[in-house]
């Protein structure tokens, strides 16, 4: 399969279940029923671009009910495992139910089972079912519950688990800027359940009926006014833009990219990338990732800057006729013409706005580039996901970046034998940390360049302007008193020059604003440095084949590249294209 057409499969919106396993034998066609209607038209009838992974882990009950009920709607199911499958065999009685375990493992995607959380007994058998919980918490964008409501305190059972989902899942890899930064939770679809133990918690009536519980950090109370709708509507919004992006991945037109690890200079040479098995399904699914993203950012970029020059264009020759009007010919047709320039300019603003040019090109650029940290992480030996490091407090618009980015780190069907993490490393350093290396050394310069080249013009044009506007001042004097008739025909054309300089260099400095070049010399400047020093430090830990301290400086620069990219976002985000007319 080419890596287009795998890359059509698209990003998934990811699903995940906990639930009781003594549900009343006559409770589960009804909740089998309200299941499958919530997947089939709240989830892939409003996301048809988008494939659905469901994860369960399969125990008796609402497992087996929520994933039968999925895959019924063509959702593909995930399956985490607190044990080993023979030692989770013992968990059910009867040979009917260990065969409808066995058939549902044959239908999955992957089976996996869970790590057990740190500094927990091995031998705690409730331990190994919170990991299980924690598993899918971690992975799942929503969380299906069916659950009595009951709060139990019981570790890894339903109530735990919804709980450890709204409030906060524990981190794979605890940092210590965790202390400040909310904690990773999510919003729970809650499914009326009863259970055969307590059947009178839920009247017969309501049994099905679906609620949705917003996420809870850090201790928020979810009975704030408007919160559960608000909260509803930020994650339609998230999947929504994973459909969106999904759309336009499809869209990208096949072609013959070699290998897929060089594909979009992912890696810069075929012979580097030869050295990390092709097979690795977890490596492929990423660099797919990446050259969508990569693709659909530069296509936006460059209808974005075409667009932003016809606006400049036509936003000077609005100009110019204003001027004219303002000046030496009061025609009224003048003013017309002037306005049906300014007019054209707010349509192809508008077009960037209706196209989401500008959202496109900074959202699938910042996925791109975490895809890459992603990568190189991923052939390092890495397990850390750039969700668990990335945008934590931006719980806006942005939140689908890392939904989607943390969807991409599933786990794979096969476990493809890969070289040793030395292997792994060396391939990151040379393409990734030397190459980013030359790419900032290279640049740095070159965008300080272009910023005192645009500062140059402007500040011609615009001392060009004031010029004028001296001369026009003493050409004045000079001849209002001695030659009248040359002043009376010569004066009222003059502010049409200098008026037209300082809108030219006006639009340059806008020009120059929008594009950042200063701001981006000094972020380049900024990471040749981290690059150079992590660079000369990885080095130094090969030698001595140190790998946990190359590991560990390769986490740490992907960080710093997560965040340099984040503070690259939001400074373009504060400074969209506007139409450069006003006042």
């Given at each position: 399969?080419?890596?287009?057409?795998?890359?059509?499969?698209g990003?998934?919106?990811?699903?995940?279940?906990?639930?009781?396993?003594?549900?009343?034998?006559?409770?589960?066609?009804?909740?089998?029923?309200?299941?499958?209607d919530?997947?089939?038209?709240?989830?892939?009838?409003?996301?048809?671009?988008?494939?659905?992974?469901?994860?369960?882990?399969?125990?008796?009950?609402?497992?087996?009910?929520?994933?039968?009920?999925?895959l019924?709607?063509?959702?593909?199911?995930?399956?985490?495992l607190?044990?080993?499958t023979?030692?989770?065999?013992?968990?059910?009685?009867?040979?009917?139910?260990?065969?409808?375990?066995?058939?549902l493992?044959?239908?999955?995607?992957?089976?996996?089972?869970?790590?057990?959380?740190?500094?927990?007994?091995p031998?705690?058998?409730?331990?190994?079912?919170?990991?299980?919980?924690?598993?899918?918490?971690?992975?799942?964008?929503c969380?299906?519950?069916?659950?009595?409501?009951?709060?139990?305190?019981?570790?890894?059972?339903?109530?735990d688990?919804?709980?450890?989902?709204?409030?906060?899942?524990?981190?794979l890899?605890?940092?210590?800027?965790?202390?400040?930064?909310?904690?990773?939770c999510?919003?729970?679809?809650?499914?009326?359940?009863?259970?055969?133990?307590?059947?009178?918690?839920?009247?017969?009536?309501?049994?099905?009926?679906?609620?949705?519980l917003?996420?809870?950090?850090?201790?928020?109370?979810?009975e704030?006014a408007?919160?559960?709708?608000?909260?509803?509507?930020?994650?339609?919004?998230?999947?929504?833009?994973?459909?969106?992006?999904?759309?336009?991945?499809?869209?990208?037109?096949?072609f013959?990219?070699?290998?897929?690890?060089?594909?979009?200079?992912l890696?810069?040479?075929?012979?580097?990338?030869?050295?990390?098995?092709?097979?690795?399904?977890?490596?492929?699914?990423?660099?797919?990732?990446?050259?969508?993203a990569?693709?659909?950012?530069?296509?936006?970029?460059?209808?974005?800057?075409?667009?932003?020059?016809?606006?400049?264009?036509?936003?000077?020759?609005?100009?110019?006729?204003?001027?004219?009007?303002?000046?030496?010919?009061?025609?009224?047709?003048?003013l017309?013409?002037?306005?049906?320039?300014?007019?054209v300019?707010?349509?192809?603003?508008?077009?960037?706005?209706?196209?989401?040019?500008?959202?496109?090109?900074?959202?699938?650029?910042?996925?791109?580039?975490?895809?890459?940290?992603?990568?190189?992480?991923?052939?390092?030996?890495?397990p850390?996901?750039?969700?668990?490091?990335?945008?934590?407090?931006?719980?806006?618009?942005?939140?689908?970046?890392?939904?989607?980015?943390?969807?991409?780190?599933?786990?794979?069907?096969?476990?493809?034998?890969t070289?040793?993490?030395?292997?792994?490393?060396q391939?990151?350093?040379?393409?990734?940390?030397?190459?980013?290396?030359?790419?900032?050394?290279?640049?740095?310069?070159?965008?300080?360049?272009?910023?005192?080249?645009?500062?140059?013009?402007?500040?011609?044009?615009?001392?060009s302007?004031?010029?004028?506007?001296?001369?026009?001042?003493?050409?004045?004097?000079?001849?209002?008193?001695?030659?009248?008739?040359?002043?009376?025909?010569v004066?009222?054309?003059?502010?049409?020059?200098?008026?037209?300089?300082?809108?030219?260099?006006?639009?340059?400095?806008?020009?120059?604003?929008?594009?950042?070049?200063?701001?981006?010399?000094?972020?380049?400047?900024?990471?040749?440095?981290?690059?150079?020093?992590c660079?000369?430090?990885?080095e130094?830990?090969?030698?001595?084949?140190?790998?946990?301290?190359?590991?560990?400086?390769l986490?740490?620069?992907?960080?710093?590249?997560?965040?340099?990219?984040?503070?690259?976002l939001?400074?373009?985000?504060?400074?969209?294209?506007?139409?450069?007319?006003?006042?």
């Amino acid at each position: 399969m080419s890596i287009q057409s795998e890359a059509k499969q698209g990003i998934p919106i990811v699903y995940g279940v906990t639930g009781h396993r003594d549900i009343p034998e006559s409770d589960v066609p009804i909740l089998y029923a309200a299941v499958r209607d919530f997947f089939r038209d709240e989830v892939r009838g409003k996301y048809i671009h988008t494939p659905v992974v469901f994860l369960s882990a399969l125990a008796e009950g609402a497992d087996r009910i929520a994933a039968h009920a999925a895959l019924e709607v063509g959702c593909k199911l995930g399956v985490f495992l607190p044990f080993a499958t023979d030692e989770y065999l013992r968990d059910f009685e009867s040979e009917s139910s260990k065969a409808e375990f066995r058939e549902l493992l044959t239908q999955a995607e992957f089976v996996e089972i869970a790590p057990r959380l740190s500094d927990t007994d091995p031998n705690d058998r409730d331990q190994a079912y919170v990991a299980v919980g924690v598993a899918i918490a971690r992975y799942a964008q929503c969380l299906i519950a069916l659950w009595d409501g009951v709060p139990i305190e019981k570790p890894g059972g339903t109530a735990d688990v919804v709980r450890i989902y709204r409030t906060g899942v524990p981190a794979l890899r605890p940092m210590l800027d965790d202390i400040i930064s909310e904690p990773e939770c999510g919003p729970v679809v809650h499914f009326l359940t009863r259970r055969s133990s307590n059947p009178d918690a839920i009247p017969i009536g309501e049994i099905g009926l679906r609620q949705f519980l917003p996420p809870v950090p850090s201790g928020r109370t979810s009975e704030m006014a408007g919160m559960s709708e608000l909260e509803q509507s930020r994650w339609d919004k998230v999947f929504s833009c994973i459909d969106r992006f999904n759309e336009d991945a499809a869209s990208i037109p096949p072609f013959d990219n070699g290998h897929p690890y060089t594909t979009r200079y992912l890696m810069p040479s075929s012979e580097l990338a030869s050295q990390w098995p092709i097979e690795d399904e977890k490596a492929r699914r990423i660099a797919r990732l990446y050259e969508s993203a990569d693709i659909l950012s530069m296509e936006s970029q460059a209808k974005r800057l075409g667009y932003l020059k016809q606006i400049i264009g036509l936003t000077l020759v609005a100009v110019i006729f204003e001027q004219f009007y303002s000046g030496p010919f009061a025609l009224p047709v003048l003013l017309a013409i002037s306005i049906v320039w300014a007019l054209v300019a707010t349509w192809r603003y508008r077009k960037i706005g209706s196209n989401r040019l500008e959202e496109k090109y900074l959202d699938y650029r910042t996925l791109a580039e975490a895809a890459r940290v992603q990568f190189f992480w991923h052939l390092s030996g890495l397990p850390d996901s750039p969700a668990d490091h990335y945008l934590r407090d931006q719980r806006d618009e942005l939140e689908w970046l890392r939904q989607a980015i943390r969807a991409i780190d599933l786990p794979t069907k096969t476990s493809t034998p890969t070289p040793s993490d030395k292997i792994g490393i060396q391939i990151a350093v040379s393409a990734w940390v030397k190459d980013q290396l030359g790419y900032f050394h290279k640049n740095a310069p070159k965008q300080a360049r272009l910023d005192e080249k645009f500062s140059r013009q402007a500040r011609r044009w615009f001392f060009s302007a004031i010029g004028m506007v001296l001369f026009t001042v003493a050409f004045h004097f000079c001849t209002i008193a001695w030659m009248p008739d040359i002043d009376e025909m010569v004066i009222p054309s003059l502010p049409v020059i200098y008026g037209m300089l300082f809108a030219i260099s006006g639009v340059i400095k806008f020009y120059q604003n929008v594009m950042a070049y200063q701001e981006h010399a000094n972020r380049y400047r900024k990471m040749e440095f981290y690059f150079q020093l992590c660079n000369n430090r990885i080095e130094r830990a090969l030698e001595i084949d140190d790998l946990p301290a190359a590991q560990l400086l390769l986490l740490m620069m992907g960080r710093q590249a997560l965040a340099e990219n984040s503070e690259w976002l939001l400074l373009h985000r504060q400074r969209p294209i506007e139409v450069p007319l006003g006042g």
